[in-house]
């Protein structure tokens, strides 16, 4: 008994110390079913085999506000959301009033731009135009119909609402009945509805002018407002500004300064398995991405880690300590 006790206490002083170095983390993500819950199981593989002592998994969860609640809690580490509610938590705005909670953003890896596609033949030149018109602000009960209707709003301009599913939209489109729909774009490329519009019926994209632009910037600062470059949305398609929202991966403030530069390192500079689990990262720049539509302070690990590789990080996402 003496010699099996002395064996297992010197295989413990052997286990211990590499047991110790291994700091497990739990990264909270969405539906199983989801793209994005793909994207996070490569994210994690990538992070077991390029970041030393840090073991992560992947955790199921109902996304954005369920990530948030088990952040709060202690529960996950990491988590996917959505920029625009990370703002509201963050300076406990709306439904958070009074429940501030303020996670750390690492980077953003997929962006959602609102498009506004109408027929072209329409003769819609600008937002204003859409006034009394026919027009469809989103799927019922989605985000997109949400924030739109509030975008209009503060814009000053009332269409004719017209409510729908996307299938249904999309052939009211076409048969003139509708005269277009807000659709969150495919990255800065339009959504596979919108192109299935353009099949048979050309389409045109109404963007915000630069007036617009700033009134959404002002009165709605947990949106981006993004500049899509001429034929990025698609072949034939100029430029425009349109309002957007991001998806990202946030961590709780605390965690190690020197694991959030290495997880940051690992994503941004391997994107290969990244992009073949979700298919919307391919050609997409991270850094970029993330100055342009986080909406909260970025972690210091991450800070120093985009400081690293010359990114200049605007004012606004630097943390305050």
């Known amino acids: 008994m003496k010699k099996i006790a002395t064996a297992l206490l010197a295989a413990a002083v052997l286990v211990s110390p590499a047991a110790a170095q291994t700091q497990k983390l739990a990264i909270g993500t969405t539906s199983a079913s989801s793209s994005h819950y793909g994207y996070f199981v490569a994210v994690s593989k990538l992070i077991n085999e390029k970041v030393e002592g840090v073991e992560a998994n992947v955790v199921e969860t109902g996304a954005t506000l369920d990530n948030l609640r088990r952040l709060q809690r202690d529960q996950v580490d990491l988590g996917l959301v959505t920029t625009n509610v990370a703002y509201d938590v963050f300076n406990g705005r709306g439904e958070f009033e009074g429940k501030a909670y303020q996670p750390l953003m690492l980077w953003v890896y997929a962006s959602a731009p609102q498009n506004v596609v109408v027929r072209k033949d329409a003769g819609i030149a600008s937002l204003q135009d859409l006034a009394g018109k026919e027009f469809n602000p989103g799927i019922s009960g989605s985000a997109t119909e949400a924030t739109a209707e509030k975008?209009?709003?503060?814009?000053?301009?009332?269409?004719?609402?017209?409510?729908?599913?996307?299938?249904?939209?999309?052939?009211?489109?076409?048969?003139?009945?509708?005269?277009?729909?807000?659709?969150?774009?495919?990255?800065?490329?339009?959504?596979?509805?919108?192109?299935?519009?353009?099949?048979?019926?050309?389409?045109?994209?109404?963007?915000?002018?630069?007036?617009?632009?700033?009134?959404?910037?002002?009165?709605?600062?947990?949106?981006?407002?993004?500049?899509?470059?001429?034929?990025?949305?698609?072949?034939?398609?100029?430029?425009?500004?349109?309002?957007?929202?991001?998806?990202?991966?946030?961590?709780?403030?605390?965690?190690?300064?020197?694991?959030?530069?290495?997880?940051?390192?690992?994503?941004?500079?391997?994107?290969?398995?990244?992009?073949?689990?979700?298919?919307?990262?391919?050609?997409?720049?991270?850094?970029?991405?993330?100055?342009?539509?986080?909406?909260?302070?970025l972690h210091p690990g991450a800070v120093r880690y985009y400081r690293e590789i010359g990114v200049e990080i605007p004012e606004r996402l630097l943390p305050s300590s």
């Not at 009945?177 to 045109?204: H, M």
């Not at 998806?247 to 398995?273: F, P, R, S």
Request: proline share 4%.
């Open 151 to 297: 975008v209009f709003s503060l814009l000053g301009i009332e269409p004719g609402w017209a409510r729908g599913s996307t299938g249904d939209v999309v052939n009211q489109i076409k048969d003139n009945r509708v005269i277009g729909y807000v659709k969150s774009g495919s990255g800065k490329r339009l959504d596979a509805s919108s192109i299935d519009i353009a099949t048979l019926t050309p389409i045109s994209i109404v963007g915000l002018s630069d007036a617009q632009a700033a009134k959404v910037r002002e009165e709605f600062p947990n949106l981006s407002v993004v500049d899509v470059a001429d034929g990025q949305a698609g072949e034939g398609y100029p430029a425009y500004k349109t309002w957007a929202f991001g998806v990202a991966a946030v961590a709780q403030a605390d965690l190690d300064e020197e694991a959030a530069y290495q997880i940051t390192k690992a994503v941004v500079e391997d994107q290969t398995a990244q992009a073949a689990a979700f298919s919307g990262l391919k050609g997409s720049d991270l850094p970029t991405m993330t100055m342009e539509l986080s909406t909260i302070p």
